[in-house]
Structures are given as C-alpha cells and as structure tokens.
C-alpha cells in the first residue's frame, strides 16, 4: 500500500509541475473537507444497511467504537464536501469540469498521548458535484481509518474484553476533478475507542438456565424465540460487525470471544 501511494504521489507531483499544461493543484484546505464521520443505520430485513443520501440532518457520530475481536479494520463512512465553483455551461456545449472523483485517503494513527502507531493510504469512490451557491456539494465515502496491520497492534495491547484503547486518528481525502485537477483536503480528526469483545452482548433470553453455574452464570446458548425479527425487540444486528454498534452474542456464536465463559 505504501508502495501504491508512493506511485499517486509520484503522479499527483507531475501534474502539478505541468502547470503550463494542466490546471493547478488545488490543496486549501477548504476546496475540499471532510464534513463529518456517519453514524451507521439500523439494517432491516429487506434492505440490510442502507445509508440514506448525506444531508444537514445526517447524523454524525462524535467517536466511534471498534472491536478487534470481531473485525479487522475500522471503515466508517464519511460525508465529504467540495466548495468547487461550477465551470458546465450548456449554452456554450462546455462539460463540467469541476466534479470530482475521489480516489482514497491519507492516514495516521496515534495513540491519545500523540505517540504515532502507523501511517498508510486507503482507496475509496465517490463523486462530488460542485457547489451550488454557498451551498457545497456532498457525497459519502468508507474510508479505512484503521487498517488490518494497525488493528494487529492494537489487539496485543488488549488481553480482555475490559481492556480499553483511546486512539485518534487524523485522515485526509484525495482525488482529481474531471477537469484533471488533483485535490485534496485538509486532515481530520476521529477519536476511536478500541476494545476486543467489548461490542458483544450477553441478553437474558440468550441464557440456558440449564446451565447455569456458580463459576458460569450466563452462557449463550439459548436460541432466538419463535418469530423473533432481525432489529426488532431481540435481535440487534450492527450494520458491521465489530463497528460502532453492538452484536448479540446468538449473532457470532462459535467466535471465542462471543463466548461469555471467555474473559
């Protein structure tokens, strides 16, 4: 992956060195921003996870929660914005060039006393159309703020599902106007709270009385009653496993760390 953004850099560079040929490259901080980081819907029966087109009433998330037990990178989506002026003009047959494609973001993570654990880039998609009036234009992006090889550090300080780990992270998204502009935004910051098993819930109806101890006074063994509906009063299925919102244990049975006799 490093590899790779070594290549976009090496690219991105020359298109700014041709500035006689190709427009300039445009990095202000504000051409591009990244507007908030989504909290994830509740999925249906029909539909799964759906997220709904990005709007003011959108709701954001002030930090998120990931749990290395149940998965290997954290991918929220984010709301991305572009205050690009409009440059189409269809009484003059001209294209719009201001639309932007995004292509991936910048990371670095560090813990909460701002020692870094890693740095690397993500890939991602999506379009921006320009602004319209003061209004910017929007689209939405998963973005990989924590990736596999971060998350492996992460869980060797993490023995239990007691354990807690504070880390920010601070990403920035890249990508170049249909006009052949690259842009980029300033970074922004994520707090992400990090556990492993800490997302995992034990609910009542779950326990097989039967087997009940002293040493194991809950279990997970009971299954879901009879006409039992997914996000309805007993089943809580996440949008992602493992990513901001709790999992019944009945959901990932036979994963160690579901397993209520495991600390």
């Known amino acids: 992956m490093k590899r790779l953004w070594a290549h976009i850099w ?35 029966n029909q539909l799964g996870c759906i997220y709904q087109s ?26 991305v914005s572009s205050q690009l002026v409009p440059r189409g003009d269809g009484t003059q ?4 060039t201001a639309r932007v494609q995004l292509r991936g973001a910048v990371v670095r993570v560090t813990d909460s006393q701002g020692f870094q654990i890693s740095t690397f880039t993500s890939l991602t998609e999506g379009v921006l159309d320009p602004a319209t009036g003061s209004s910017p234009g929007i689209a939405q ?13 992460l869980r060797k300080g993490l023995p239990n599902r007691s354990a807690r780990k504070t880390v920010i992270t601070f990403f920035k998204v890249f990508g170049q106007t249909l006009g052949g502009t690259y842009v980029e935004s300033g ?43 997914i996000n309805g009063a007993t089943i809580a299925l996440p949008c992602v496993a493992g990513q901001d919102q709790p999992i019944d244990c009945r959901l990932c049975h036979g994963i160690p760390v579901c397993d209520p006799r495991n600390p």
């Open 10 to 44: 090496a690219a991105s560079f020359s298109t700014c060195l041709g500035g006689l040929f190709l427009p300039a490259c445009a990095h202000d901080d504000s051409t591009l921003f990244i507007q908030q980081v989504v909290f994830p819907p509740t999925p249906t």
């Open 54 to 79: 990005p709007n003011t009433t959108t709701p954001g998330e002030f930090s998120g929660a990931f749990d290395v037990a149940l998965a290997s990178a954290y991918s929220p989506v984010v709301i």
């Open 93 to 96: 047959a001209r294209a719009e």
């Open 141 to 153: 992006a998963a973005i990989t703020i924590i990736d596999p090889a971060t998350a492996g550090e």
């Open 187 to 229: 970074e922004y910051q994520h707090i992400v709270n990090v556990c492993s098993g800490c997302l995992v819930n034990f609910p009542s109806d779950a326990v097989d009385q039967k087997l009940v101890t002293k040493d194991a006074p809950i279990n997970c063994e009971l299954g879901f009653p009879t006409g039992a509906t």
